[in-house]
């Protein structure tokens, strides 16, 4: 076929980064591939066209979104007007279902054929995602190897590409030279703050992981810490670094977050994709989240499962991932015995001294940062397959329909 029309809509930077990804891997396919709709700074780096920012999407939880409600409600509409009075050959949507799954189910009723990039954490929370995906998408992506049997369960056609950092990632870390490239120390501790790509999150968590920062100061008076943030979040998580009181200790990174995990000994790290990123860099995380506080308890309402973070349920025995029968979704999520890789602090529970705790308990048991690096370097093999080809083969089978 001549080169193809796709539009893609990513919702937040780990959308930006998964569609670059996969972008570099269809423009191999059809090198004069036109790709537009809302995307990053990674998508552009491939020639997609931005029609919106990425920014445009970026935010969680249920009552922060409603100030904003109209405003992506009206670029939703706008958005399915302008792609299906074009020439479109695919819709891709990343991830952002809450954005996407309409707008997919537009199209598709307008007769444009849909894929949905990341199957919805369906298996964790908010299972009534499964009809909307099944409404929205003629396939589905997936990321992590035991999503496809699930979806088929629900009559959904789904295909496992593996995850893209997983083939970005070298399954061994040098350390030491990201270090020399970061400018710090080789030898010494250094540990990465990691509290979020967006405003919410840094607002939520910032202020806690500085203050943990400290804490660790007190107890390792040489350690150095390392921030890298998304640019549009590079001035408020600046003011948070000065404010800090670590003074000289602490350096604030423009991206560089696989630098930064690479380099470091332990991180403080927000829920979400750059757990991952920690896992497949084999480093040591204390994983946190914190939202206000009538938004936690109605997406606590929602929880499948005991944990928050990927590195956790990915490295869970299979059966975990399905509730037994007669348990509650309730039940199933508070299950004591659950089995962590990564300790979990959320909401009241993510203190600075409890954070801190947990990242100088991993630092004075290095038999423990072994298991979890070999660990970890057990799911880097499991998560990567060639991406690039996969997907290709599966749009191409999809678009020959």
Known sequence: MNAPSFALVAGEASGDLLAGHLLAALRRRWPGLQAAGIGGARMAEQGFEVWWPVETLSVRGYLEVLPRLPALLRIRRQLGARLLAGRLDLFIGVDAPDFNFGLEARLRSGGLKTLHFVSPSFWAWRPEKLASLKAAADHVLCLFPFEPELL??????????????????????????????????????????????????????????????????????????????????????????????????????????????????????????????????????????AMPALSYRLMAAQRQLPWIGLPNILCAPRQWLRRPAGMTARQAADRPDAPFVAPELVQDAATPQALASAALDWLAAPEKIAAAEARFTALHHELRRDTALLATHAIETLLAR
């Not at 967006?198 to 150095?224: C, D, N, S």
């Open 152 to 289: 088929a369960e629900a009559g959904i056609a789904a295909t496992y590409v593996g995850h893209p950092l997983a083939e970005a990632l070298p399954l061994t870390p040098d350390r030491a030279a990201a270090r020399r490239a970061l400018a710090l120390p080789e030898q010494g501790t250094v540990v990465a703050l990691l509290p979020g790509s967006r405003a919410a999150e840094v607002k939520h968590l910032g202020a806690r992981f500085f203050q943990a920062a400290k804490l660790i100061q007190q107890t390792l008076p040489a350690t150095k810490f390392i921030v890298p943030t998304v640019p549009h979040l590079l001035a408020q998580v600046t003011r948070a670094a000065r404010a800090s009181g670590l003074g000289d200790a602490v350096t604030v990174l423009r991206g560089q977050s696989h630098a930064a995990l690479t380099a470091c000994d332990v991180t403080l790290i927000a829920s979400g994709t750059a757990t991952l990123e920690a896992a497949l860099c084999k480093r040591a995380m204390v994983i946190a989240y």
